[in-house]
């Protein structure tokens, strides 16, 4: 027989049994929530969470690449109020508050000085975004999470996505969401970290790693591509990524088959939007709380059915 190592977490009982009514009480344990990544879109998973929590659907472990990672910490620091507290937080989210940058010309004037103040090769300054995520968030260690979390970062030296489990939060938020290019990496404890989206876009294989049983996945991004011909070189920088992106998901699908009970949960949003636009915040949750409600819905009915024959 195959030895397991010891989870790093306990759990009380091999099933979950996270709420009343909860469509997944039967699933084995533990029950994790798995987020993507995906600046903007990130709105969509706090209609998700909504759509879950509202359901009796709670985790008993969080894993998150970037947006996820920060949306995660929200969730797994206190389930019952996590949208509330989310939909606080993205009412505060826009370039501005993000990137230090309210206009285009302010913003070709941030990335100017923060070029000569020693940002190197990132275009914009870490404290926004150090700001938002201290708003965020009311635990100091990610071992302290009430639910046990992982955060996923990218280990830029070489290129391979590394857990967080332990040590200050908020620095493995900013690592985590550090995108190159845009801020400056996060060096903790003599390792240096970018996006954890770069190497682990939607942490599967890492839920895997941790110990997840099951798994609820949380991906905000766009389930299509956006079907036309890039005309800027943003939108061909856009359409890159997301191709980039996908490859990484069909991989992550390959490794869940058949190995434990998977909910994957439906993508609304747009194609054609930007991952950097962030006038769509209210749109996407809404998408995300009624797509998700809809889709738990089927599944309870299907399941009645089941038990039924």
Same mark, same amino acid.
Request: aromatic share 6%.
């Given at each position: 027989m195959q030895s397991h190592a010891a989870p790093w977490y306990t759990l009380g009982s091999e099933m979950s049994d996270s709420g009343a009514g909860n469509p997944?009480?039967?699933?084995?344990? /533990?029950?994790?929530?798995?987020?993507?990544?995906?600046?903007?879109?990130?709105?969509?998973?706090?209609?998700?969470?909504?759509?879950?929590?509202?359901?009796?659907?709670?985790?008993?472990?969080?894993?998150?690449?970037?947006?996820?990672?920060?949306?995660? =910490?929200?969730?797994?620091?206190?389930?019952? &109020?996590?949208?509330?507290?989310?939909?606080?937080?993205?009412?505060?989210?826009?370039?501005?508050?993000?990137?230090?940058?309210?206009?285009?010309?302010? =913003?070709?004037?941030?990335? =100017?000085?923060?070029?000569?103040?020693?940002?190197?090769?990132?275009?914009?300054? /870490?404290?926004?975004?150090?700001?938002?995520?201290?708003?965020?968030?009311?635990?100091?260690?990610?071992?302290?999470?009430?639910?046990?979390?992982?955060?996923?970062?990218?280990?830029?030296?070489?290129?391979?996505?590394?857990?967080?489990?332990?040590?200050p939060l908020a620095s493995a938020l900013q690592a985590t969401n550090a995108t190159p290019g845009l801020f400056p990496p996060v060096q903790i404890d003599g390792?240096?970290?970018?996006?954890?989206?770069?190497?682990?876009?939607?942490?599967?294989?890492?839920?895997?790693?941790?110990?997840?049983?099951?798994?609820?996945?949380?991906?905000?991004?766009?389930?299509?591509?956006?079907?036309?011909?890039?005309?800027?070189?943003?939108?061909?920088?856009?359409?890159?990524?997301?191709?980039?992106?996908?490859?990484?998901?069909?991989?992550?699908?390959?490794?869940?088959?058949?190995?434990?009970?998977?909910?994957?949960?439906?993508?609304?949003?747009?194609?054609?939007?930007?991952?950097?636009?962030?006038?769509? &915040?209210?749109?996407?949750?809404?998408?995300?709380?009624?797509?998700?409600?809809?889709?738990?819905?089927?599944?309870?009915?299907?399941?009645?059915?089941?038990?039924?024959?």
């Open positions: 997944l009480a039967h699933w084995p344990r /533990p029950l994790t929530f798995v987020l993507s990544g995906g600046g903007s879109y990130g709105a969509v998973q706090v209609g998700m969470i909504r759509a879950l929590v509202e359901a009796g659907v709670k985790p008993d472990l969080v894993i998150g690449s970037s947006v996820g990672a920060l949306n995660g =910490a929200v969730v797994a620091a206190d389930p019952d &109020t996590s949208a509330d507290r989310l939909i606080r937080l993205w009412e505060q989210v826009d370039r501005r508050t993000l990137y230090g940058a309210d206009s285009r010309i302010r =913003a070709a004037w941030e990335v =100017a000085r923060e070029g000569l103040t020693g940002q190197g090769a990132a275009l914009c300054s /870490p404290k926004p975004l150090t700001r938002l995520i201290e708003s965020a968030i009311g635990v100091e260690r990610i071992e302290q999470m009430p639910t046990p979390m992982v955060v996923v970062a990218t280990d830029l030296l070489v290129g391979q996505p590394k857990l967080l489990r332990q040590g390792v240096i970290y970018v996006d954890g989206s770069v190497s682990a876009h939607v942490p599967v294989r890492q839920a895997l790693t941790v110990g997840a049983r099951s798994m609820i996945v949380l991906d905000a991004g766009p389930a299509h591509m956006p079907g036309f011909i890039p005309r800027t070189p943003w939108e061909a920088l856009h359409q890159a990524s997301q191709i980039m992106l996908r490859s990484q998901h069909a991989d992550a699908d390959e490794d869940l088959s058949n190995r434990h009970p998977v909910m994957r949960l439906p993508r609304p949003t747009p194609p054609a939007l930007s991952s950097f636009d962030f006038s769509q &915040t209210r749109e996407l949750i809404e998408m995300g709380f009624n797509s998700t409600k809809q889709f738990l819905g089927d599944f309870e009915e299907l399941a009645d059915a089941g038990r039924r024959v």
